[in-house]
Structures are given as C-alpha cells and as structure tokens.
C-alpha cells in the first residue's frame, strides 16, 4: 500500500580531529606560523563546541533557502514544505520534527 519514507540526519562532524592536528602542527610551528595556527585553533574549538541541534537547525535553514523558501523561520506547512522540496527523502514526520526544531532555536 503505502510505503514510509525515512531519513535520519546526522550530524557529522570532524571539528574534535581538526583542533588536535591543529595543537599538533602548532607544537612543532615556527614563530611566523604560530599566530595564524593559534587563531585556527581558536576557531576549529569553537565549531566544535556548537551543539547538534543548531547544526540541525542550520540546515535546515541552508535546505529551505536553497529552493528559494524566505518565509519565517517557524513550523508553517509552507515551511514544511520547502524542506521536504529539497530533500524529497524525508518523510512527512522527519520534515515536521526536523522544521520544530529549527523554529524553536
């Protein structure tokens, strides 16, 4: 009959390894490397610090936007729907929760 269409998103992220290469390369870094190695670090530590939940939100956000959705950032069936436009692989639930959750950051 029906069939149900899910997709899960996950957040991968890889922020944990980039900051430990960045500490390793800024152990052995030169005095002229040294400030550029320390800002990345700086700035690897605090994408890493960002929760799932905003990386969620974001893209949803990015999705919507890139099927050309400039409506509020709120659970309206219109914003539903451009999320599901651009990833046809979500199911109705998914798309729903997935929208929840961007609203409500």
Do not use: N
Request: charged share 30%; net charge neutral; hydrophobic share 45%.
């Amino acid at each position: 009959m029906f069939g149900r269409k899910e997709l899960a998103v996950l957040v991968l992220r890889d922020a944990d390894t980039v900051v430990r290469a960045l500490r390793e390369a800024l152990e052995g870094a030169g005095e002229a490397e040294r400030p550029g190695l320390e800002a990345a670090v700086e700035m690897a530590e605090r994408a890493a610090a960002v929760p799932d939940r905003e990386l969620r939100a974001r893209w949803v956000r990015e999705q919507r936007a890139s099927v050309g959705y400039q409506g509020p950032d709120d659970e309206s069936v219109h914003a539903v729907k451009a999320l599901r436009q651009a990833q046809p692989g979500l199911s109705l639930l998914s798309a729903v929760q997935l929208t929840k959750d961007a609203a409500a950051k």
